[in-house]
């Protein structure tokens, strides 16, 4: 008998105590006062997120009207792992400085502009900087140290009209702007905020680097949409480097040159 490569499943289950026990560990609030029948609610709710058996292991009172609570259960649901899309990757080069430099100066003969800022009431630099500041991320250095890059970092809570205005009278080829604060989705709402602002300030623009900056954004919440979806060029998650981020803009901004 054939067995076909398409009928092959590698099913997988959570791993807790031993391999393959299914077993999970899950935190959530519930704006109920703790107790027994807090507890309960917490219970069920695990038993209808496929939880079974499962047990409430701590609650924590959160004022009066709130309870914190981590359940600890078996998953009912099964995954296989062979049918499993691996999601596409980057679809540009990862350039060295030296490669994003040559760049720059071969195709554009000029620094390449970028500003970038936290905007809204987010004040967390620390997704900004990393991208632009000198000392850089995860080994790497930031665009600062980029030699034919010219950054603008704004700093943080920076409004979305003055956002604009700086990056005209920059002329900026891209704007970055990273989005650490997501309660109540501030950072979809800051982002397409921003984007209706350059829409409208750069009302004969085709796309980003035609006639208006790229629009660049980044920050740990932003893989349940895409850039369309908020009317950006790019998004960026969570362990980005400096190196990802220029290499993009060299892609998106001098496409015609070739680093072999």
């Not at 899309?85 to 003969?109: C, D, F, H, M, S």
């Not at 970038?116 to 991208?131: E, F, K, N, R, Y």
């Not at 080829?173 to 602002?197: E, G, I, P, R």
């Amino acid at each position: 008998m054939t067995i076909s490569v398409d009928t092959i499943k590698q099913i997988i289950r959570p791993y807790g105590d031993t391999t393959g026990d299914a077993m999970v560990q899950v935190s959530f609030t519930l704006p109920v006062p703790q107790g027994p029948r807090a507890d309960a609610a917490a219970l069920q709710l695990a038993g209808k997120m496929g939880l079974d058996p499962v047990s409430v292991v701590h609650t924590k009172a959160m004022g009066p009207d709130f309870t914190f609570f981590i359940v600890y259960g078996k998953a009912t649901h099964l995954i296989d792992y062979a049918s499993i899309v691996v999601p596409e990757g980057r679809e540009y080069p990862l350039l060295t400085p030296n490669q994003v430099n040559l760049a720059i100066k071969t195709v554009l003969a000029r620094k390449l502009v970028v500003v970038g800022a936290c905007i809204g009431t987010d004040a967390h630099t620390v997704g900004i900087d990393a991208i632009l500041n000198v000392k850089g991320f995860a080994g790497e250095k930031g665009l600062e140290y980029y030699r034919e890059i010219e950054v603008h970092n704004l700093g943080a809570q920076v409004e979305v009209d003055e956002l604009v205005a700086r990056a005209k009278g920059a002329n900026a080829d891209a704007v970055l702007v990273s989005q650490v604060v997501t309660q109540k989705s501030a950072h979809l709402h800051n982002t397409k905020q921003m984007a209706a602002a350059f829409a409208d300030a750069y009302p004969t623009s085709v796309t980003g680097g035609l006639g208006r900056p790229l629009l660049v954004v980044g920050g740990p919440r932003f893989d349940t949409v895409t850039p369309s979806d908020l009317g950006v060029d790019r998004i960026f998650g969570k362990g980005t480097t400096p190196g990802e981020v220029a290499s993009y803009l060299v892609a998106a901004l001098i496409p015609t040159w070739n680093p072999a």
